[in-house]
């Protein structure tokens, strides 16, 4: 999930609870994420117990190639998450005004639509492994021009931040299923493991992130461009990770950049499964961005500590992913459990309608505690399922257009919120998200009756575990 801050939307870290002043809301929140760690651990405990994370496990091949992964994505993860909750309080330290610091969010997305669609293909044809390494490179630039109050470089950060994130959330996903399926020879199976480990930590990153980032800029007192300076060490020391561990390997290498993109957009336009897990995968995450910069406006009246909200948030992602595994493990299928977490986004936003629009500050809590669990689902789920249908050698080009809706209707819904032009409330906002979550429901439905008929489930065992190609030659 995306950590921006954007406007309009206090910094999650940037406030913490006054001791000794404790509301109803306050002990409201702590309680939910005491009781929601544990429940978290305790799925935790359950899921690594499942036949594939037991049977994944036992083999140390594997072990060690999602080890080798896990380390790089990580410090990538990790030094995205350290820089969201200070992107929007930087822009307000330099003196812009609102609509500025609105303008600098858009070229951020607009920069993702029109460039990152290329880094796919760039991706495919010159190797993943330098397309990862250019992200370290290209993502610790960003930061440093944090240094600067200039207009100019904090559009150009913007511009590179957009590019940057194209990047990270389709490279590294394409190098990994390439090394697991084709180098490594491992079992399908063993993707929803990773992916599903993935977004479990991802939630402990983005809790230890914050409360690192709260520390240097707040506690520290190095203000709010520390985060930033904080995030290169660990690019830095993934980029050199990836270039000594990380293998290369590639996509069509064969056509050039702009028949490559166009190629990967036919891909979509005339293949219905391709087609509609991308409308599933671009409505469910335009959803979630704009859930990002909703919930702190509707929760802020009740003054929660709004780190300890996030961190909450955070634990029920966890819970999701573990919930993925468990379910997995009693044979539902992917298209099933990912038709589940739409579902829960569409009962959260539907509650939401209700709750926005009167002072129902704990239902709207609840509402969005339920689709943190939906995204916790969804991660591993559309993860899984991405590997099964994209091509592999227009992988990462395919997976950035399934971005492009995503960042435009993202930035229709901030211009409009901010501006409000069209959408003057909150509760029509959330109806807006309940409508595009009941279309990416329907192209759910739509996507499990093609990818069912078309490819039937074969049931493989788990008890015979390959070893890696490399070792059976």
């Known amino acids: ?19 000794g002043a404790v509301t109803t809301m306050d002990a409201f929140v702590y309680g939910s994420f005491t ?23 036992n083999n140390p091949h594997f072990k060690r190639f999602q080890h080798s992964f896990f380390i790089v994505y990580f410090m990538a993860l990790f030094s995205d998450w350290l820089q969201g ?61 944090k240094l600067s109050s200039s207009f100019f470089w904090l559009f150009l950060g913007r511009v590179f931040g957009g590019i940057s994130t194209s990047m990270l959330f389709s490279t590294f996903e394409s190098w990994y299923v390439y ?4 180098t490594h020879d491992f079992p399908s199976e063993w993707l929803s493991v990773t992916f599903s480990k993935a977004t479990f930590w991802n939630g402990v990153l983005a809790i230890n992130a914050g409360v690192f980032s709260n ?8 203000g709010p461009v520390a985060p930033f300076m904080l995030a290169i060490p660990f690019l830095i020391m993934a980029g050199l990770i990836i270039t000594r561990v990380w293998r290369e390997n590639y996509g069509n ?57 996030f961190a909450t948030f955070m634990v029920c992602i966890m819970i999701g992913s573990s919930l993925y595994a468990m379910l997995l493990s009693k044979k539902y299928l992917s298209e099933q459990l990912l038709m589940m977490a739409v579902g829960l986004a569409i009962i959260a936003m539907s509650i939401c309608i209700y709750s926005s629009s009167g002072d129902h500050i704990y239902l709207s809590f609840f509402a969005f ?5 939906a995204v916790g689902m969804y991660f591993p789920a559309i993860g899984y399922l991405r590997s099964q249908v994209i091509p592999e050698d227009l992988r990462a080009g395919i997976m950035n257009w399934f971005r492009v809706p995503t ?35 329907f192209s759910n439905f739509k996507f499990a009756s093609l990818y069912n008929s078309a490819s039937p489930v074969i049931q493989v065992s788990e008890e015979k575990v390959p070893l890696a190609k490399e070792e059976a030659t």
């Open 215 to 222: 520390i240097f800029a707040e506690t520290l007192g190095f």
């Open 407 to 441: 960042n435009v209707i993202t930035c229709a819904g901030l211009l409009l919120v901010h501006n409000k032009t069209v959408i003057s409330s909150s509760d029509s906002m959330f109806a807006i998200c309940t409508g595009l979550l009941a279309i990416a429901l």
């Open 35 to 57: 009781m929601l760690a544990l429940v978290a651990l305790v799925l935790h405990f359950l899921a690594m117990k499942t036949k594939s994370q037991l049977t994944s496990a």
């Open 179 to 182: 090394e697991h399926t084709e």
């Open 85 to 145: 909750p200070y992107v929007y309080k930087l822009y307000e330290h330099y003196g812009y005004a609102s609509n500025q610091i609105a303008l600098l969010y858009v070229v951020g997305f607009a920069s993702s639509v029109i460039f990152g669609t290329t880094t796919g293909p760039l991706a495919d044809r010159f190797g993943r492994k330098k397309i990862a390494l250019s992200f370290c490179i290209l993502y610790s630039f960003c930061c440093l021009t």
């Open 1 to 19: 999930m995306s950590t921006e801050a954007v406007p309009g939307v206090t910094s999650p870290f940037s406030t913490l609870p006054v001791v």
């Open 253 to 309: 290498q064969q056509v050039d950049l702009r028949r490559s993109c166009m190629e990967g957009l036919r891909s979509i336009l005339f293949q219905e499964k391709i087609l509609y897990l991308g409308v599933v995968q671009s409505l469910f995450e335009a959803n979630m961005y704009i859930f990002v910069f909703q919930w702190t406006p509707i929760l802020s009246s009740g003054k929660p500590p709004l780190g300890m909200v």
């Open 369 to 373: 505690l339920i689709l943190e669990v």
